[in-house]
């Protein structure tokens, strides 16, 4: 396949919104409420927004150009960028990472179908805070339940995958990712009306400088890294099907922007509720399947059609919020095996689900049946989480920087930035320096403090 005749998205609003899609996941839904309550409400955000300019749009920039030029797949792109060199490796790692990712958070993604389901039988109704956790314990543990659910959201996946770039990834983007903001601003605005939400307003727009310290540096580096998709291969698959016009600087800011705000407006939806009712949210899945149902049920369960409707409608956003993730993390390595090993799209698509389904049984079971069975003291689910999110991410990021910003050729990195020279880049010296010094070692801090070693 040449540069020419590659498949392309056709638009480009199809650009914009299949990237931030990509990006857009459980974790601006969860992770960000949860590190935002820990670390000073609005002082954490401020910080969050200058990493993201500083680190996460630099990196995606490089990711975005590196995929683009080479017109190829994540691993493809570094052989035909650095051919006979090591650098093929950061390519193949990022395959690998997309598709352990994809093994163990296809198990959450398959929880959000169960929800949805126990929300619209009016599940929550009458239970206790107690009895939350033993029905969400009870359903985790389940040995084909979870498993059920995880298969039917790949196969969803697998169906928008198997018809194509445009048809398949583009047109689900531009119908779901719409659906998502608007889920997210209704449920905002009911949230926001609630009595005694002020307190969780003024906690998520007050700063509080106090609780600034140096964790809560790291902490936003690492939340705008890890929430903007970096270093598992998306963004560079994606970019290969970019469009030669795509600016990519501008979508870069875009994608950042968008993701962000699903970020806030989430926060928007979970601090006033959880304030509401005297709730403080906490971390993990715990939050979307054991908090927050019993946020709803206290705060709207008085007018049960109400607590019903708002119930199916966080759920329905989770799930499309988890789905358009999938579809990002199935597209690398569907893309890998299409293209080095001249497998047709559809038999690609086939291995890699089918692979999915066998990582993400055994990581769903290692919750329940097989819990006793630990590596490194950890589930299976738990050690994919630890490899893929404290290891293998930040290693892809640091590389890709290091690739751009010391490696490659400067002529390509400026003729990708402004369009072979049609475009004013007024940061690309900027730009260049943050690659090759400031990311480095920010995703090195942030890398030795996930593994706890400046603790």
Known sequence: MTRNDRAN??????????????????????????????????AFILIYLACVLILGIPIMIAEFLIGRHSRANTAGAYQKLAPGTLWRWIGRMGVLT??????????????????????????????SAADFISSFNSFVGNPWR?????????????????????????????????????????????????????????????????????????????????????????LCTYASYFRSDTNLSKTSFNVAAIDTLVAVLAGFIIFPAAFSVGIQPDAGPSLLFITLPNVFQQAFGGVPWLAVLLSVMFYVLL???????????????????????DFTRGKAAKLVTAGCIFLGALSSLSLGAG??????????FDLFDFVTAKIMLPTGGFFIAIF???YLDKKIVWEEISNDGTLKVHIYRLLL????????????IIFINELGLLR
């Open 98 to 127: 997309g598709f352990l990712i994809l093994g163990y958070y296809s198990v959450v993604a398959g929880w959000t179908l169960e929800f949805i389901g126990e929300a619209a039988a009016n599940g929550f109704a009458g239970k």
């Open 371 to 380: 819990k006793e069975y630990t590596i490194f003291g950890m589930t299976l």
């Open 319 to 341: 799930a499309l919020a988890a789905l358009t993730s999938t579809i990002s993390l199935h597209e690398v390595a569907t893309a890998y095996l299409h293209e080095e090993f």
């Open 146 to 234: 979870p498993v059920l659910w995880m298969v039917l959201f790949l196969l969803a996946t697998h169906f928008i995958i198997v018809k194509g770039v445009e048809k398949g990834i583009e047109k689900s983007a531009k119908i779901m990712m719409p659906m998502l903001f608007i889920l997210l601003i209704i449920l905002a605005v009911c949230s926001v009306s609630l009595p005694g939400a002020g307190a969780g307003i003024e906690f998520l727009l007050k700063p509080d400088f106090s609780k600034v310290d140096g964790n809560v540096l790291l902490g936003a580096m690492g939340q705008a890294f890890f929430s903007l998709s970096l270093g598992m291969g998306c």
């Open 433 to 444: 320096f943050i690659l090759k010094f400031i990311a480095p070692i920010g995703i090195a």
């Open 404 to 406: 751009t910003g010391w």
């Open 9 to 42: 998205f056709g638009s480009k609003i199809g650009v914009i919104l299949a990237s931030a899609g990509s990006a857009v996941g459980l974790g601006n839904i969860w992770r960000f409420p949860f590190e935002t309550g820990n670390h000073g409400g609005a």
